[in-house]
């Protein structure tokens, strides 16, 4: 938990650090209420930070002149909100399913892999993403943006069950009954998102888009809490894949509200079981 929470906060501040002068919005853009740090002047050109529902932007007068018509910037902080939920596609009679799966017969199905669904969470965070306007006219604007950042999952299981990977990977129904019982991946992440935006009328916008992931793995670890054993932490790669690749959307009204989702096309696992991570949640600060 240290180690990605450092890495968050690392990439965080490389984000901030890294706040290159920004375009102003044309007079079409949906305006919204901002917190100003700093001072602009009309003789002189002073730098000032603002912090609205389309992110953090640095700008100043002589800036927003040398990038007027700039067809690439960047796009500091979007940050996702989410739950995960699981497309389990497991055909538990397979000879591989009954070798990993350790547990009496009668319970090697998709329920013993059950979620506290409202507790799974998924949270992503992408400090600088490079955006490319592809296409701007009056009723639409269309942009190509990527990046990279971080995606941490968490399941919490309602069963007792335990990950194993001291010989050979396999997952048992352990003897203890756990308060908390967890799963967890940290992955570095590459998204390649087409965001269109429509007009419907005014300053109303209509905002969607599509596009994939590419993660890699470089933790993963179980968390159980138990009367008997206390807190227990696991970090290993057990049996599942290193790098995934993710099938996202988006859609919303810019400036006031937007959804994402993501599915996971790759397996989870190496062999055994197969499962599909998807989340759904709320994107703050997007492109």
């Known amino acids: 938990m240290k180690r990605f929470t450092i890495i968050s906060a690392i990439l965080c501040c490389l984000g901030l650090a890294a706040a290159a002068q920004e375009k102003k919005e044309d007079e079409d853009r949906n305006v919204d209420a901002r917190l100003h740090i700093g001072k602009e002047d009309t003789a002189r050109s002073h730098t000032y930070v603002s912090l609205g529902t389309d992110g953090i932007k640095v700008s100043s007068k002589r800036l927003d002149s040398i990038n007027q018509g700039r067809k690439v910037k960047l796009h500091f902080l979007m940050l996702d909100l989410g739950i995960n939920a699981l497309n389990d596609r497991t055909d538990y009679s397979s000879p ?8 009496p017969g009668d319970k090697k199905n998709s329920n013993l892999f059950s979620l506290r669904q409202g507790k799974s969470i998924n949270v992503n ?3 600088v993403l490079m955006d490319i306007r592809l296409l701007k006219t009056r009723s639409q604007k269309i942009s190509l943006y990527t990046g990279a950042g971080l995606q941490l999952y968490n399941f919490k299981f309602n069963k007792d069950i335990t990950y194993l990977n ?3 990977p396999m997952l048992i129904e352990d003897t203890v009954q756990f308060s908390k019982n967890k799963l967890a991946f940290a992955y570095v992440s590459i998204p390649l998102m087409v965001n269109f935006k429509t007009r419907m009328g005014g ?4 905002t969607y888009g599509l596009g994939v992931i590419g993660g890699y793995c470089f933790d993963s670890w179980t968390k159980q809490i138990s009367d008997e054993r206390g807190k227990q932490k696991n970090h290993d790669q057990f049996n599942f894949q290193k790098f995934n690749l993710n099938l996202s959307g988006e859609i919303g009204i810019n400036g006031y509200i937007r959804f994402y989702g993501t599915y996971q096309i790759t397996n989870m696992y190496q062999n055994s079981l197969v499962q599909n991570p998807y989340c759904i949640g709320i994107r703050f600060f997007g492109v």
């Open 166 to 168: 001291n010989t050979s």
């Open 125 to 127: 965070i992408w400090p």
């Open 203 to 206: 300053n109303f916008w209509v």
């Open 96 to 103: 591989a399913a009954q070798q990993y799966l350790q547990v």
